[in-house]
C-alpha cells in the first residue's frame, strides 16, 4: 500500500520506548499513522538522510545540492567505549525541541 503524506502532524514514543508513531495527514485530508519498531527506526534514520539527498539532487539535477540545517551547537564526549567518542550536533529547528544527530567512531 503506497500513501501519499500531505503534512506530518505529530510523532510520538510509545510509553514502553518499543516504538514510535509518526502521525500524518494523507493527500485527501484524511489522519494516518505509521508505528515503526525501534529496531527499525534505527535502520530508517540511517537510511532517510542518503534518500533526502538523492531526492534534491534529482529533483534540481545538481550534484552539489546537499540538505543542510544551520548548527547552535556540537559536544564530543566520551563513550562508555574507551576507543570511541560520540558527538552529538544539534540544529534549531524553530521550536523549543532541537534535531540531535550522535555519531560515533573509533
Known amino acids: ?10 510523532c510520538e514514543v510509545a510509553p514502553d520506548g518499543c516504538a514510535i ?25 540511517m537510511t532517510l538522510p542518503g534518500l533526502l539527498e538523492a ?3 534529482a529533483r534540481y539535477g545538481d550534484q552539489s545540492l ?7 551547537s556540537w559536544v564530543v564526549e566520551q563513550s562508555t567505549d574507551v576507543t570511541q567518542r560520540i558527538i552529538t ?8 525541541r532541537r534535531s540531535r544527530a550522535c555519531l560515533a567512531r573509533p
Open 55 to 57: 531526492a534534491l539532487k
Open 21 to 45: 508513531s509518526l502521525r500524518f495527514e494523507d493527500a485527501a485530508g484524511k489522519p494516518a499513522a505509521v508505528r515503526v519498531s525501534l529496531n527499525q527506526v534505527g535502520a530508517l534514520i
Open 66 to 72: 546537499r540538505y543542510a540545517y544551520p548548527l547552535a
Open 1 to 10: 500500500m503506497e500513501i501519499s503524506v500531505k503534512s506530518l502532524t505529530t
Open 89 to 96: 550536533l544539534e540544529t534549531e529547528d524553530g521550536s523549543p
